[in-house]
């Protein structure tokens, strides 16, 4: 498996914090650098799927105000596919 580069970033937060975050490393046997991809990963996924939510009730409002069946709906997906 090759090698990734990484990139190492340099981060200033409050001290309690950053022990509170060195424990939760600790106890999940995982190095800091581990967990912050982690957090960041989970961070992402949720604004992901704000996203999609935000996009399916925008979708939701049009399809009412256009007063589109669900079949009208599946028909214009399969159009534009």
């Known amino acids: 498996m090759p090698t990734r580069k990484r990139v190492a970033m340099t981060i200033s937060i409050?001290?309690?914090?950053?022990?509170?975050?060195?424990?939760?490393?600790?106890t999940k046997g995982e190095t800091k650098s581990q967990l912050f991809r982690e957090m960041f990963n989970l961070y992402r996924q949720e604004r992901l799927e704000d996203e999609f939510f935000r996009l399916q009730k925008y979708g939701a409002k049009k399809t009412?105000?256009?007063?589109?069946?669900?079949k009208d709906i599946e028909r214009l997906i399969f159009e534009g596919r």
Request: net charge negative.
């Open 64 to 70: 009412k105000e256009m007063k589109l069946t669900e």
């Open 14 to 26: 409050p001290p309690d914090i950053a022990r509170e975050y060195e424990i939760m490393a600790k």
